[in-house]
């Protein structure tokens, strides 16, 4: 009775001309590396495109009545009620020192256990922005500008992203 010994084969150049369509494709995917990315979802606020990372996003809301309180600062539109819960909401046009739009949307954040609403213009999509892409922001003398942690251009270049430090929101 003969051994029968099995060999170990590995796809090389040599026998790439060889190997089946998925073997090559598998090889070709081991050799480049694995580019981390970060959900983010994009809106529009003051012309301006922005993005808040997705794992902050609850909700997004049109057409919910805001609650004005008094003796509030301005950029504080009021609180509404979501399924019996009380969440304020800041209108980030205010504090982009944009005059105040109507038929906003409201996008409301859970940062670290406090959930806040903030007001944009528009939401635009979900995108995946490669980690090492966002770029420190210029410094300039602009106040909105301590709400930015980064910028970058967004995937399919359509334009430029301003990433929004959600937990300074709730420092305003």
Do not use: W
């Not at 539109?77 to 105040?100: A, E, M, T, W």
Request: hydrophobic share 45%; glycine share 6%.
């Amino acid at each position: 009775m003969a051994n029968i010994v099995k060999e170990e084969t590995t796809v090389t150049d040599q026998n790439m001309l060889f190997a089946t369509e998925e073997d090559q494709e598998d090889e070709l995917r081991d050799g480049v590396p694995e580019v981390l990315t970060e959900k983010y979802l994009v809106f529009h606020s003051g012309g301006l495109l922005f993005g808040v990372d997705a794992n902050f996003v609850v909700e997004i809301i049109i057409n919910h009545v805001i609650t004005p309180l008094p003796i509030v600062p301005d950029y504080v539109s009021g609180v509404i009620n979501l399924r019996g819960q009380i969440i304020p909401i800041v209108d980030f046009r205010l504090l982009l020192c944009k005059p105040h739009q109507e038929n906003c949307s409201i996008v409301v954040l859970n940062i670290d256990g406090v959930q806040l609403g903030i007001l944009v213009d528009s939401v635009a999509q979900m995108v995946d922005i490669p980690e090492g892409s966002i770029l420190p922001v210029p410094t300039s003398g602009n106040s909105a500008q301590k709400y930015i942690s980064g910028m970058c251009t967004l995937p399919d270049e359509s334009g430029t992203l301003m990433v929004l430090d959600s937990a300074l929101l709730l420092h305003v």
